[in-house]
């Protein structure tokens, strides 16, 4: 793994937001959701496609705090244009799971 200066994470732009609907992406090639979160008022409201089904139901997702990078271009999935990523770590099985702050912070918060 190749080094990064200080200076490169800090271009990397990894706010918390609240998803706020969760929709199911039947044209995606793996299971995926269509999530709309909300990052506050700087950022406003992005849409994400995430592979999330094998450990979330969208009952679960919708109102929970998440981390995204929010300044990578847009992405297009299939008929759905993803505009952040969220994050995670794969578990045992290699599926997603979520980053998320252990406390709510306010929306659009930017992570250091």
Known sequence: MSEIAFD?????DVRAGTI???EDFPEARKPAYKLRIDFGPEVGERKSSAQLTANYDKEALTGRQVAAVVNFPPRQIGP???EVLVLGFP???GEVTLIV???TV???G???
């Open 8 to 12: 490169d994470f800090l271009r990397v």
């Open 20 to 22: 706020i609907t969760v």
């Open 80 to 82: 759905f244009m993803s």
């Open 91 to 93: 578990d045992e099985n």
């Open 101 to 103: 702050p252990d406390k």
């Open 106 to 108: 306010p929306n659009g």
């Open 110 to 112: 930017r992570l250091y």
